[in-house]
């Protein structure tokens, strides 16, 4: 059987750790990062290599071949995924496993701002705004509140939301708790407010406002990917994870909803892998039931030692939450290197 694996990020990796057999993975990049860590790189408390491993030395190891590319489109009545539909480049697949992860939900002029979804990204988020002053963080997730705190040591930050209070995702005691931390930290908090263009200047539906640099945190959906249906969030999957007869989708490109929508997390994003990788050794095809949903999160948030841990309306704080979550994270990465 022919695996061919699209992305090699948490979801991708993941899979591929916990399947062997004939695999080929197309990515653009061999580096497996990790997003979590990104906030903290942001503040310069970690270092690039921290961040990332290579996994050239793992696909050695397991006899993964590696091919430098991106999916353009796939064709899954001909089992074939394609690089490049000029020259008609592709490979072709048994099962496609595909794993290529997320990126900002569209607003008119988001590409001016700057984003966080993949590394090079992030890089030159970190270098942008170690020159700026004023800066406006858009959407108050789970990633806008820890960058807002992790940035606010060197930058006046403005926290913008478009509901009426920040982790509108998460139970208003989470809320509460971070809403205080932040403004101790100086963030400034408007919520209620809808970003609705980004240019020179940011206009919002309570006014325009002058900033030096625009952080887009305001949620993801699954990259488009030609030849597959797409719903609200990312490519429409059913209950075993499978987007067509042969086509598996993971992660944040993925619109999983089995009865509750999963979390775009890497705790998801990780679990699902492990389905898939599961289902295609056993040829078994079962139901995924996602653990960290829409109506019941499951989050750490680490803001240093405040770290604060979700799950559904239960909140914990505390260090020792932020050592799990730093053990969680080096642990994941640790699994790759070699
Ligand atoms: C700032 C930030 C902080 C976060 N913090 C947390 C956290 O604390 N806890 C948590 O659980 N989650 C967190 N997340 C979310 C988590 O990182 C993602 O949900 C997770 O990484 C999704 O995994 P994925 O494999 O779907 O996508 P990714 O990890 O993004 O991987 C996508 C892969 O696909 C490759 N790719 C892209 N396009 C193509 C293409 N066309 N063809 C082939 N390959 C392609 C990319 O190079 C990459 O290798 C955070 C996210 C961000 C941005």
Not at 275 to 282: E, L, Q, T
Not at 296 to 301: K, T
Request: glycine share 8%.
């Amino acid at each position: 059987m022919k695996v061919v694996v699209a992305g090699c990020g948490t979801g991708g990796a993941e899979f591929l750790r916990h399947y062997s057999g004939d695999v080929t993975v197309i990515s653009p990049s061999s580096y497996l990062y990790c997003q979590a860590l990104f906030p903290a790189y942001l503040a310069g408390k970690v270092s690039e290599d921290e961040v990332k491993v290579d996994l050239l030395p793992f696909f050695e190891e397991k006899g993964i071949k590696f091919r430098r590319g991106k999916v353009e489109f796939v064709k899954d009545k001909c089992k074939t995924v394609f690089l490049n539909l000029k020259t008609l480049k592709g490979v072709s697949y048994d099962k496609l496993v595909l794993a290529v992860g997320g990126e900002p939900i569209h607003v008119e002029g988001v590409e001016k701002a700057l984003t966080l979804n993949d590394f090079e990204s992030a890089k030159i988020a970190k270098k942008r705004i170690e020159r700026a002053r004023e800066v406006a963080i858009v959407g108050s997730g789970m990633s806008g509140v820890e960058v807002a705190y992790e940035i606010s040591g060197f930058c006046n930050v403005t926290l913008i939301e478009y509901e009426r209070r920040i982790l509108p995702g998460m139970c208003e005691k989470v809320s509460d708790v971070v809403r205080k931390l932040l403004s101790r930290e100086g963030v400034k908090i408007l919520t209620s407010c809808k970003v609705e263009r980004i240019s020179d200047t940011l206009k919002t539906s309570c006014g325009e406002f002058s900033f030096d640099e625009v952080i887009w945190c305001a949620g993801i959906k699954g990259k488009r990917v030609p030849g597959l249906k797409y719903g609200k969030s990312g490519i429409v999957v059913d209950s075993s994870l499978k987007a067509t007869q042969n086509v598996f989708a993971i992660g944040d490109v993925a619109e999983v909803n089995i009865g509750d929508v999963a979390t775009k997390t890497a705790l998801e994003a990780e679990r699902q892998a492990k389905f898939v990788a599961k289902a295609i050794k056993s040829g078994k095809i079962g139901k995924y039931k996602p653990f960290s949903t829409l109506r019941n999160p499951f989050a750490i948030m680490t803001f240093d030692d405040k770290a604060i841990l979700v799950r559904g309306d239960k909140v914990l704080t505390g260090k020792p939450i932020y050592k799990l979550k730093m053990l969680v994270v080096r642990k994941f990465l640790k699994n790759f290197e070699r």
